[in-house]
């Protein structure tokens, strides 16, 4: 201990500050030397002199060399990982042990872990029929989850989404009403095979699915499905959502693969299902027909190049080119605009407003087509023309443009496909076939250079229509398909709004829903697709016995179409199908679909 103060003694002396250590805490040396000492002498103005203070040489820092590592990175790779502490010590499926003291900071996987395995286990969100049937309609709530798509995990939305739901089924069941919340998921027919063909085959094989056949390609979807069922049903594990698991449906399951037949041919024999040959909007990189709400347009402001899958370079749209065509017999023409060059391939005619002077001789005139001189062409007379468009004259195609499509049936005109469902020229393009669409668009320039009927090109501004999957640019395309006639459900559905009958909240969607109801088209419900469902229609391919058209076990005559239902078709039977309806469980069923009779259509 003296030796301790002895030192610290010195060192304070060193720094100039010994007059500040109290006698007491002097070493026994230290205090006889201050006896023995004599006073300090003053200085001349009384004051006591000053000691110099000894300075101690400071030691330089060590500086890192180029490409050493510093120190505050050195320190960073001491701190120590301590080693993690189990969140919960409570067996898989029990009820969670609590007896552990509260941690000193939030931890939300501490808090939130152990419960649902639980509830799960206890089966607490999975009601109980009989109460369900003995309770009043007050006390029952049912939901089904809006099933997500298996092309992916879920996302942030999704969550929210859950959430909500989640916060509405718990707040009934703290109510004591029986209450049941309905998982699963949906097989989203083009998008997953859109999907899967670009990132399985296109990216790490560089084969399409036509590539592989039908068989493989499916085995490879199912693939996808399961491994993203599993994710997302992960997923809603995680965030706790209390749905009932034992009720989980897939939309491709044999419960719905049967309610989606029965309600097919339900309709079908009530005649709102029908087979048309009228437009559709096609797709040639996916080869399949698209519902309006799966075209994206974008507004063209001028001449611009776009890509699009399957073809190489660029495609020039937002561009108005003029050429003429020639009446028969004479030297005078009339020269017609169009965005899409390729399509005059097809053109059986040419329309003029009734009022315009400028073409009143015309009326009824032949004329001349410069590819196909047996084609019969007239000058037809037609009050949908904008007579400030263009020239005035607009070049008829009906089988590959909406508008013209109608004035077609009008005034009878031949309906000719020039597009094969690649999007090449067929048969019907002459000395054009087999080419790309885009391609045929610069040749059937040049060519019509050569004939001296070009006129010449202006920038214009446009609508275009692309695919909100594979991004190719849509093409009216004139196919046979299975169309539903909405109108009558439409006005139902309006008139149940207006009524008081069916609520919807908030108020103000009303006019969201009369606007889009009140204006309802035929609806198109038939896909190309080979990931999805088949519609059950056989085409009889050889005349056969009366009985075996009826779809008779055994049939050898009958072909299966390749055309699948629409998804969101399906999405209307998901919550029919998810509260155990099933064929024969309402009023006027059909017979069990495995029965024979039952199966026929006609076609």
């Known amino acids: 201990m003296a030796l301790e103060v002895d030192e610290l003694c010195s060192a304070l002396q060193r720094r100039g500050v010994a007059k500040a250590v109290p006698a007491a805490f002097a070493a026994p040396g230290a205090q006889k030397a201050a006896a023995a000492s004599p006073a300090p002498s003053k200085a001349p103005n009384g004051d006591a002199p000053k000691k110099e203070k000894v300075k101690e040489p400071k030691v330089a820092k060590e500086k890192p060399q180029w490409g050493e590592p510093g120190k505050g990175k050195d320190k960073k790779k001491e701190k120590k990982v301590e080693p993690e502490v189990p969140l919960v010590q409570t067996p898989h499926g029990e009820k969670k042990d609590m007896s552990s003291a509260m941690a000193s900071a939030y931890n939300p996987k501490a808090v939130e872990s152990a419960w649902d395995a639980w509830w799960e286990k206890r089966r607490f969100f999975t009601p109980d029929p009989k109460a369900a049937q003995g309770a009043c309609e007050a006390q029952r709530f049912i939901m089904v989850i809006p099933p997500p798509n298996v092309t992916g995990k879920l996302h942030l939305g999704h969550t929210l989404t859950g959430a909500i739901e989640d916060a509405l089924c718990r707040w009934h069941r703290m109510c004591g009403h029986t209450t049941l919340w309905v998982p699963g998921v949906d097989h ?155 399509t005059m391939l097809g053109d059986t005619a040419v329309a003029v407003h009734p009022e315009d002077d400028r073409y009143k001789a015309f009326h009824g005139k032949e004329l001349e087509h410069p590819f196909f001189p047996d084609r019969k062409m007239v000058v037809i007379a037609d009050t949908m023309v904008d007579r400030e468009f263009g020239t005035g004259c607009v070049k008829i195609t009906p089988a590959h443009d909406h508008n013209d499509f109608k004035a077609g049936v009008r005034h009878g005109l031949k309906q000719i496909n020039v597009f094969s469902e690649e999007g090449e020229i067929n048969a019907n393009g002459g000395d054009f076939k087999g080419q790309h669409r885009f391609k045929a668009r610069a040749t059937v320039e040049e060519a019509l ?144 679909l495995s029965s024979a009779g039952r199966t026929r259509t006609r076609t």
């Not at 959502?241 to 989606?260: G, L, N």
């Not at 660029?314 to 561009?319: F, H, R, S």
């Not at 419900?525 to 056969?544: D, E, F, M, N, T």
Request: charged fraction near 30%.
């Open 188 to 342: 989203a027919g083009i998008a997953t095979q859109s999907i899967v063909e670009r990132r399985l085959l296109t990216k790490e094989e560089k084969k399409t699915r036509h590539d592989l056949g039908r068989e493989d390609f499916l085995k490879r979807v199912w693939e996808w499905k399961e491994m993203n069922t599993g994710h997302i049903k992960k997923q809603l594990q995680r965030i706790a959502s209390s749905v009932d698991w034992t009720r989980e449906r897939f939309t491709m399951d044999e419960r719905c693969a049967r309610a989606v037949e029965e309600a097919f041919l339900r309709f079908h024999d009530q005649g709102l299902i029908y087979r048309d040959n009228r437009l559709v909007n096609w797709c040639p990189y996916l080869r399949t027909a698209l519902s309006d709400l799966e075209v994206d347009h974008e507004e063209i402001a001028g001449k611009t190049l776009v890509t699009v899958p399957g073809f190489e370079g660029k495609v020039e749209v937002g561009v108005l080119c003029e050429f003429k065509y020639m009446i028969k017999g004479t030297k005078e023409g009339l020269v017609v605009a169009t965005t899409r060059l390729e």
């Open 449 to 592: 250079k050569q004939k001296g009927l070009w006129v010449g090109k202006k920038s214009h501004s446009m609508r275009l229509g692309f695919c909100s999957r594979s991004k190719d640019i849509i093409e009216p395309y004139l196919k046979p398909q299975w169309w539903m006639n909405c109108k009558d459900l439409a006005d139902r559905s309006v008139k149940a709004v207006r009524t008081g009958e069916l609520k919807i909240l908030p108020e103000f969607h009303h006019q969201t829903w009369y606007n889009w109801l009140e204006n309802i088209q035929e609806w198109c419900i038939s896909r190309q697709l080979w990931w999805g469902h088949r519609i059950p229609a056989y085409k009889v391919v050889k005349p056969v016995q009366k009985e075996e058209r009826s779809g008779t076990p055994g049939a050898p005559q009958r072909k299966p179409p390749q055309r699948l239902r629409r998804t969101s078709r399906q999405r209307w039977k998901w919550s029919r199908t998810r509260m155990c309806w099933t064929p024969g469980s309402l009023p006027g069923s059909s017979p069990s």
